[in-house]
């Protein structure tokens, strides 16, 4: 894991850019990270969402 934390500014930034890419593509397709955001909690109750480990097709 090391080499993918080149720095302490690389690895303090690294987490935020998965964030990113999701508002910008809420937005692009008119939504915000807030729906998003209550779809994902809505599917987490509904499927258990990654904590159990079950994944669905």
């Known amino acids: 894991m090391g080499?993918?934390?080149?720095?302490?500014?690389?690895?303090?930034?690294?987490?935020?850019?998965?964030?990113?890419?999701?508002?910008?593509?809420?937005?692009y397709h008119g939504s915000s990270i807030e729906e998003v955001d209550k779809l994902r909690k809505e599917k987490v109750?509904?499927?258990?969402?990654?904590e159990e480990k079950v994944f669905e097709d």
């Open 3 to 27: 080499r993918f934390l080149q720095s302490s500014k690389e690895a303090e930034h690294r987490p935020l850019l998965p964030m990113e890419i999701i508002r910008s593509l809420a937005k």
């Open 45 to 50: 109750v509904k499927r258990s969402g990654f």
